[in-house]
């Protein structure tokens, strides 16, 4: 239960922070990661999309609904979070690993809801 508020507020803040920029961003880590990130935003949708991914997920979580739904939304989130900090930003993995690493645990609590998608 920990988990999940800590991952589901984790993902209101950082979602709500999309549109409201009330944390701004660190400068780029490096001219790569600073390419890449500006690749994403001059399409101008990943950010926003992401936002309001986060933010539901965030809420679905918060409030204990639809939990397994609100975990595949941000699986894909939490590996491409720390793929990026593998490879352009070393120095902040270890939140990227938080989120994943709370990703992966409520996945296994809930194993039982996911086990016929492997079938």
């Given amino acids: 239960m920990i988990a999940r508020y800590l ?36 399409g101008g949708y990943v950010f926003p999309v992401l936002g ?3 933010i539901l997920a965030g809420l679905l979580l918060v409030f204990n609904k639809a939990i397994p739904f609100a975990l595949i939304i941000l699986a894909p989130a939490s590996f491409n979070i720390v ?20 990703n992966l645990l409520l996945i296994y609590a809930n194993w039982n809801r996911f086990k016929s998608l492997f079938d």
């Fill in 83 to 102: 793929a990026f900090h593998l490879k352009y930003a070393p120095e902040g993995i270890l939140f990227a690993a938080i989120v994943a690493v709370l």
């Fill in 52 to 54: 309001i991914l986060y």
């Fill in 7 to 42: 991952l589901g507020l984790a993902m209101l803040i950082f979602g709500a922070n999309k549109f409201l920029d009330f944390m701004p961003a660190p400068p780029p880590p490096s001219a790569e990661a600073g390419a890449f990130l500006g690749a994403l935003d001059a």
